[in-house]
């Protein structure tokens, strides 16, 4: 499994020697993200020399995207975004990489290694599947997204996905001005590499150098996209669906025993909310999440006002009221049914309820209990129209940076 990463700015991270197996030349790279149970990496790499390898098969599905310098696959040469994908198991033609060339590198569901071979005749690994892809980026067509978020302004050039797993990789770019005031959980993973630009959003601010590994089904948004728009490349490893949230809220406490006044015992709680208080995000944010809002109810959303997290009322506060309320109004049962003609006292006795509205069962994928992933709340997990839709998980410590985080416990 990887961590949650969110966010850090590359130059924070300290550079290795680059593992690039069979090679010759001379690279290092940052580590942005590791699996350390199957070898899964995304990396930043720089070439200090020249550097090449002849052909191949890669124990990874394995992908090269060039943010500067060049890139020669198979006698082709592309500049600033090139691309090349080799899955798996597949023999892979020679590539070489100019001195001075910065990349974005992936493997996905494997290590480092690689077993030259001496030509692309060579067998294939019995179970690969797909053929190498090789793009220049720069030379294609912005597409606009069709389903955008709330209001129009993003655009996309696909350069892979996975006919079976839905597994892409593409660039997206969100034009100046374009927001979501929502917050939003997926079924899959999602990961991102700012190229180009600069976007608010609630773990903090997107620019150039900035990425992110984000979990299945932790929530995430509140995007501003400022002066220039801002473009990254852009992972999942399944197809994106996106479920909404609102007046979102998270309260935890306990009964100390011996951290109380004088060392004693205290009883105590806090929430999201109360790690905000004060605001963190710019008039000109809030005034562009406030338009994202109106433009949702021009096309017929019944959504609540846009208010900074932290800011008003708790909303914890406000949705446990409403959940006692309810359970008490049902008989203090919450919503099983039995007889309420008989006497008992529900505080001394019985245990109490809240009625929350969904059954904490309902709010779990069905197989996240018992599957090969159960060790991983965050793990990716095939959802297809009709089933139901779990919701998000808690990420309360996600892996951060010191120059670009901002977190104040908004889409917690």
């Known amino acids: 499994m990887r961590p949650h990463v969110e966010l850090i700015q590359e130059d924070d991270y300290v550079w290795h020697g680059a593992e690039l197996v069979g090679g010759e030349g001379r690279a290092s790279e940052r580590r942005l993200s590791v699996d350390e149970e199957d070898g899964s990496s995304s990396l930043r790499v720089d070439f200090h020399t020249a550097w090449g390898r002849g052909p191949g098969i890669h124990h990874a599905n394995t992908e090269y995207?060039?943010?500067?310098?060049?890139?020669?696959?198979?006698?082709?040469?592309?500049?600033?975004?090139?691309?090349?994908?080799?899955?798996?198991?597949?023999?892979?033609?020679?590539?070489?990489?100019?001195?001075?060339?910065?990349?974005?590198?992936?493997?996905?569901?494997?290590?480092?290694?690689?077993?030259?071979?001496?030509?692309?005749?060579?067998?294939?690994?019995?179970?690969a599947r797909e053929d190498v892809i090789v793009i220049d980026s720069d030379?294609?067509?912005?597409?606009?997204v069709p389903n955008p978020g709330p209001m129009p302004g993003l655009f996309i050039k696909y350069l892979h996905v996975d006919p079976v797993t839905g597994f892409y990789t593409r660039l997206v770019h969100a034009q100046e001005g374009w927001a979501d005031h929502r917050l939003a959980?997926?079924?899959?993973?999602?990961?991102?590499?700012?190229?180009?630009?600069?976007?608010?959003?609630?773990?903090g601010t997107l620019d150039l150098g900035t990425y992110f590994f984000r979990p299945a089904r932790v929530k995430h948004g509140h995007f501003t996209s400022m002066e220039g728009g801002a473009t990254w490349l852009l992972r999942s490893d399944g197809e994106l669906f996106n479920w909404y949230t609102q007046n979102e809220w998270v309260r935890w406490g306990g009964e100390g025993i011996n951290y109380g006044p004088g060392g004693g015992a205290m009883r105590w709680s806090q929430s999201s909310h109360e790690l905000g208080g004060e605001s963190r995000r710019s008039d000109e944010d809030m005034e562009m999440l406030r338009a994202s809002l109106e433009y949702a109810r021009s096309q017929g959303a019944d959504e609540g006002d846009v208010v900074e997290h932290g800011l008003g009322t708790d909303a914890s506060l406000i949705a446990i009221a409403k959940a006692l309320d309810t359970a008490r109004l049902q008989g203090g049962h919450g919503d099983h049914d039995h007889d309420h003609s008989h006497d008992h006292d529900h505080g001394d006795h019985g245990v109490l309820e809240a009625d929350w509205g969904a059954a904490p069962a309902d709010l779990e994928h069905p197989d996240q209990r018992t599957d090969e992933h159960a060790h991983n709340w965050g793990a990716g997990r095939v959802w297809k129209q009709g089933d139901p839709i779990p919701a998000p998980i808690l990420s309360s410590l996600p892996v951060r940076s010191r120059s670009r985080g901002r977190w104040d416990g908004d889409g917690m």
């Open 65 to 127: 995207y060039v943010l500067e310098g060049s890139m020669t696959y198979g006698g082709r040469q592309i500049g600033k975004g090139g691309y090349v994908y080799a899955p798996k198991g597949v023999p892979a033609d020679a590539i070489t990489f100019a001195e001075g060339t910065r990349i974005l590198h992936y493997r996905e569901y494997g290590d480092a290694g690689f077993d030259a071979v001496d030509s692309l005749a060579a067998p294939r690994w019995a179970d």
């Open 139 to 144: 030379a294609m067509q912005w597409d606009a």
């Open 185 to 203: 959980h997926h079924p899959c993973y999602e990961e991102a590499y700012t190229t180009q630009g600069h976007m608010e959003y609630n773990f």
